[in-house]
């Protein structure tokens, strides 16, 4: 019975030290994200680049991916949102022209 | 569906066309049709009703109802064109060597005896009663309905085969339609490069009415050192000088473009087109001799977009 009760303490050490090590972890990397918080908010609400469309007819409206703006808390570069426009070609009504049909008739002089 | 028939008569290829599911039997009629036509108005049948009224100078002479009807259209196309569109013109088409079928014509010819001149009669000498059909012309005076009856006789074919369904009758280029198609779609018609007629310069779209074409590039012969050709001028009495080499005209019916188209090909191009503007009925296409194209105004609504 002692020595179920003495393998039970174990398990209860073990699961201590994974519980500390881990919220170390955690604390040490929030200590460290910090200094880079500012530079990574600056950079999350720069404009994005959006390339400029060319001469289109019908042009799609890009919905703007919105720019995250919370706490990034592990770093590193913000991901930059890209709109990427599809030209869609578009031929105006008046410039389509059916095919002329074969004629029934044919007029000329007799 | 669009079911055609083609067959030749009056010397030209005949097509008609009409937009029904199935053909009616009497479309098989029309060949006989046209050829008791070919028979009253005909100037080279010897026992045509044409030539017998021309024999009989100073008779009175009852005609058909058919005969009555072209010699009518025949008094209003000479009163719409001021006395251009004539059926008088017969001895002056003789005295330049149109003396037969064009199919049989010497495209050549020697004699150079046409230089006399041909003193143009008048329709008004001609007694004519239109409730008995009675017709008594004066001596020397001889009918040709060269002119207009295949335009005629295209709208005639367009009335009668109208009430099986949309008809379109192409006589030997005079065209008339009797209606839209079914759907009330346009029926689609070429205009024929007088250069090259195996192609069209446009195709335009004709609703109801007609469409026709004069021209002096089809019937031309020599005689003695000169082209002749069949338009007559009545102000001369000689084929027509005139810098137009065709004339197509879009009107209310076949026979008012027939009309106009000739009268437009005498005209010449500059006056033509002033007269043609003057009817808001009428559209042309003049193509000149050098190879020119001129519309009206209202020819850009007809032409197939």
Redesign the interface.
């Known amino acids: 019975m002692a020595g179920k009760a003495g393998a039970k303490n174990w398990d209860d050490v073990k699961m201590v030290l994974t519980t500390i090590s881990i919220t170390a972890t955690i604390g040490l990397w929030n200590v460290f994200a910090a200094p880079n918080e500012k530079v990574v908010m600056a950079k999350a609400s720069e404009p994005t680049s959006t390339p400029i469309p060319t001469a289109t007819q019908m042009m799609p409206t890009p919905t703007p991916t919105e720019v995250f703006t919370g706490k990034i808390l592990l770093g590193g570069k913000a991901p930059v949102p890209v709109v990427i426009a599809v030209e869609e070609k578009v031929v105006k009504n008046n410039q389509r022209?059916?095919p002329?049909?074969?004629?029934?008739?044919?007029?000329?002089?007799? | 569906m669009i079911h055609k028939l083609d067959f030749k008569a009056m010397g030209c290829e005949m097509m008609a066309a009409i937009d029904v599911d199935f053909l009616p039997a009497e479309m098989e009629l029309l060949p006989n049709w046209f050829e008791g036509w070919e028979k009253t108005f005909s100037r080279f049948r010897e026992d045509s009703e044409l030539n017998q009224v021309n024999n009989w100078a100073g008779i009175a002479t009852q005609v058909s109802q058919d005969f009555a009807e072209v010699f009518e259209l025949a008094l209003y196309a000479e009163s719409s064109s001021g006395g251009l569109v004539t059926p008088l013109v017969l001895d002056a088409l003789l005295n330049v060597g149109y003396n037969q079928t064009f199919e049989h014509l010497k495209l050549r010819s020697e004699n150079s005896e046409m230089e006399k001149i041909v003193i143009m009669p008048s329709l008004t000498e001609i007694r004519w009663d239109p409730i008995t059909r009675t017709i008594i012309t004066p001596p020397d005076l001889h009918l040709d309905f060269g002119g207009i009856v295949k335009g005629w006789a295209a709208q005639k074919t367009a009335e009668r085969l109208s009430e099986y369904g949309p008809t379109l009758m192409d006589a030997g280029g005079d065209i008339a339609v009797s209606g839209t198609r079914a759907g009330g779609q346009p029926w689609p018609v070429g205009v024929a490069n007088p250069f090259n007629p195996s192609e069209n310069l446009e195709i335009i779209q004709l609703w109801e009415g007609g469409v026709a074409t004069s021209g002096r590039d089809r019937r031309r012969w020599v005689m003695g050192d000169h082209w002749q050709h069949h338009i007559i001028d009545p102000r001369s009495g000689f084929p027509a000088k005139t810098d137009l080499l065709t004339v197509t005209v879009i009107a209310p019916s076949v026979n008012k473009a027939e009309m106009a188209a000739k009268t437009c090909l005498i005209l010449g191009s500059q006056i033509g087109i002033d007269w043609l503007e003057t009817d808001e009925s009428l559209a042309g296409l003049f193509v000149l001799e050098n190879g020119q194209c001129l519309t009206s105004e209202r020819f850009n609504n007809y032409i197939w977009r």
């Not at chain 1, 002329?100 to 007799?110: L, R, Y």
């Open positions: 022209s059916q002329k049909p074969d004629p029934v008739g044919q007029t000329h002089s007799s």
